[in-house]
């Protein structure tokens, strides 16, 4: 009987201690792929050593590295995470990070301990972590940034980041107020994944330290690994989860997702004439050679809303920086038109379609208002006579850069496309065409563009109030662009006598006349003029209208 008892309560213990080792495996390191003793669950992990703690600590002969640390220390030279947004230059890791990485950059032998005078031999000849997101190497430029003070100062310049006194209980920084690997990983427990100290759900550890502002595009707020991918990632810098910024938005916004999540900007970001999204990540400039899609909208304060009335910034566009009509940096852009001023003012991004006898590529003083003429940009136009327009335009309208620049195929243009200057089969990236070459035979469709807003039957007519546009669009073949320069004429470079009404001729097309040696338009009244020039061999010399 004595025997029986004795058994029962030897099945009692041992059932219990299973138990505890049960719920160990996600309270403490038994039951983690940290184990790497022969009892561990991973595949990583010793053919014969029963010991746990060994592959890290040792309670005697531990060297001078806190806590009775049982490895070596890498020794050698790591590439560091940089890039322009984080406002730190984090160096060589220190603390805690080093620790972790005299297994995980796979320099040194995971059964390499201090305590053994030979190596603890792993399962199937493995030396070290097998290549993957575990074993980070010696170029942690693609990985979240450790090592690196992260304090008041460093808010200071940069306010998607909280205050380091108001981090989640169990996020830490270590003693030196440096972020470390340990800040977001404790190695000891797995009970959230991925050894977090804390739940990830809905990037709750992501939200501990970072705020990146207010959207309600639902696909932007729940989770950040979406778009980033915190070890290995592809693009390096800003760790993105594919290796360009363009290339991480087309995963959801390419039509390929399920019901595809927001516009199919696939579809024509990669038309003929396109803003050039090809740029790698990180440059220190890549603004005017190449543009991304951050460049115009601020991923994590973009709404989903598309309306707006010009020419403040549309809600899609999010809390993105700008340049003001005055040439100012801006943090956040209240118009349309600054985040356009980013590339197409003083950069001079974009060489002229057409060679204008007035040269200026900066369209912040061509649309400026006190430039002599300008289209409705920023402002109603000095214009006050305008008949040819549209309902509902009039004099006093604005009207966006995009109610011109877009895609082909977008809502704006008569598709059902995505709207926004991603790409066009017109060249200047426009909706509609807009033919700029001389001896175009005319038709509604060459001036498309200018017909969206301007009444065709008004434009072209011998009754109209444009006398004279029907002999030369229509009969002699010229087109608009030949007098009319479409963003407008700077004050400093044209006057109200010669460049009324965007008059800024294409030197290609028109040439001083052999009489005058001129090249002008001389205003004299509304809708009329003289003109001194050359055209289609014809001297002007002058003509009036």
Not at 162 to 182: A, F, S
Not at 247 to 258: E, S
Not at 511 to 528: A, I, N, Q, W, Y
Request: charge should be neutral.
């Amino acid at each position: 009987m004595k025997r029986l008892i004795c058994w029962i309560l030897g099945i009692v213990i041992l059932t219990l201690g299973a138990a505890r080792i049960a719920q160990a495996g996600s309270d403490s390191i038994v039951g983690t792929l940290h184990n790497l003793s022969v009892s561990g669950p991973g595949t990583v992990k010793s053919t014969t050593e029963q010991e746990i703690c060994i592959f890290c600590h040792t309670p005697h002969n531990a060297t001078p590295v806190q806590p009775l640390w049982n490895r070596a220390m890498p020794v050698g030279a790591y590439k560091p995470y940089s890039s322009n947004s984080l406002k730190a230059k984090p160096g060589q890791p220190t603390g805690s990070s080093k620790l972790c990485l005299s297994c995980h950059d796979g320099t040194i032998a995971l059964g390499s301990v201090n305590s053994r005078s030979q190596p603890i031999q792993m399962a199937g000849s493995i030396t070290t972590l097998p290549p993957g997101s575990t074993n980070l190497g010696t170029d942690l430029s693609d990985d979240h940034p450790i090592s690196f003070k992260y304090d008041q100062t460093l808010v200071g310049k940069n306010p998607k980041l909280k205050d380091p006194g108001t981090l989640p209980q169990g996020v830490r920084l270590d003693e030196n107020g440096e972020l470390q690997c340990t800040t977001c990983h404790d190695p000891h427990k797995n009970t959230n994944g991925k050894f977090l100290v804390m739940s990830n759900l809905n990037s709750a550890l992501c939200n501990g330290c970072h705020q990146m502002g207010t959207t309600d595009v639902t696909a932007h707020t729940t989770t950040c690994d979406n778009c980033h991918k915190t070890h290995t990632a592809p693009s390096g810098p800003y760790l993105l989860a594919q290796a360009k910024v363009t290339d991480t938005c087309l995963v959801c916004h390419n039509g390929g997702v399920g019901a595809n999540i927001g516009p199919n900007i696939g579809q024509v970001v990669n038309q003929a004439y396109r803003h050039d999204t090809s740029s790698a990540v990180n440059l220190t400039n890549h603004i005017p050679n190449n543009v991304d899609c951050k460049d115009c909208h601020e991923q994590h304060t973009m709404m989903a809303s598309t309306v707006g009335t010009a020419p403040a910034i549309k809600p899609i566009m999010g809390k993105i920086d700008g340049v003001t009509s005055a040439g100012a940096t801006i943090a956040t852009a209240q118009f349309e038109y600054e985040v356009c001023f980013k590339c197409h003012a003083d950069q001079s991004a974009v060489n002229p379609i057409v060679s204008r006898q007035i040269v200026q590529n900066n369209l912040r003083l061509k649309l400026s208002t006190t430039a002599v003429s300008y289209h409705p940009v920023e402002a109603k136009g000095v214009n006050t006579d305008v008949p040819s327009l549209l309902v509902p335009y009039t004099t006093t309208s604005i009207i966006y850069c995009t109610d011109c620049h877009g895609s082909d195929a977008s809502k704006k243009a008569g598709g059902a496309g995505p709207n926004g200057p991603h790409g066009s089969v017109w060249p200047g990236v426009l909706l509609a065409r807009y033919e700029t070459t001389d001896q175009t035979a005319y038709s509604t469709g060459a001036y498309a563009l200018c017909f969206k807003c301007h009444d065709n039957t008004q434009v072209v007519q011998d009754a109209g109030p444009f006398p004279k546009h029907k002999l030369h669009v229509q009969d002699k073949q010229t087109p608009c662009s030949a007098c009319h320069d479409s963003h407008g004429v700077p004050s400093a470079q044209g006057n109200n006598m010669n460049n009324a009404a965007l008059i800024n001729f294409d030197t290609t097309i028109v040439f001083p006349d052999d009489v005058t040696k001129k090249m002008e338009f001389d205003h004299t009244s509304s809708r009329h003029g003289t003109c001194y020039l050359k055209c289609h061999g014809v001297n002007h010399s002058p003509k009036s209208y």
